[in-house]
Structure formats: structure tokens, C-alpha cells
């Protein structure tokens, strides 16, 4: 009689996790739809792009400071000589 109670046992845990796994995947792809159905992976490539755009912009910026700086330098220099 116990091995018969350990079989149902066993079984019910097995139809558990079966049903917890399939719960889960359903979860998964509701979640991934609502995702991809709000636009946020779009969303994300664009401010990506928008950042990346601003680094070159800054260091654009940087570069051309640089040189004036190094103008102005060179006509300090220029006029203490």
C-alpha cells in the first residue's frame, strides 16, 4: 500500500510542475509581447542612437576648443617673444 500512495504522490508533483512550467511560459510570452507591442525595444535603439550622436557632437565640441586654445596659446607665446 505505500508504494502506491508514493506513486500518486510522485505523479501529482509531476502534473505540478508540468502545470507550473506551462504557466510560466505563457507568463514569459505575455510579457514579451507587451514588450515588443509598446514599442520599448524601438525606443531603446533610438535613444542608443540619439547618445551615441551626442558623443560625437561633444567631442567635436572638445576638439575644436582644443584648437583655440592652442591659437590663443600660440599667439601668447607669439607676443611674449
Known amino acids: 500500500m505505500e508504494k502506491l500512495f508514493k506513486r500518486k504522490n510522485s505523479g501529482i508533483t509531476l502534473i505540478a510542475l508540468v502545470i507550473t512550467i506551462i504557466i510560466l511560459l505563457i507568463l514569459a510570452g505575455i510579457s ?18 540619439i547618445s551615441e550622436i551626442k558623443e560625437i557632437e561633444e567631442a567635436a565640441r572638445i576638439s575644436y576648443m582644443e584648437r583655440q586654445m592652442e591659437e590663443i596659446d600660440g599667439v601668447e607665446q607669439a607676443t611674449m617673444a
Open 32 to 49: 514579451i509581447s507587451s514588450l515588443t507591442g509598446s514599442g520599448l525595444f524601438q525606443k531603446a535603439q533610438e535613444s542608443t542612437r
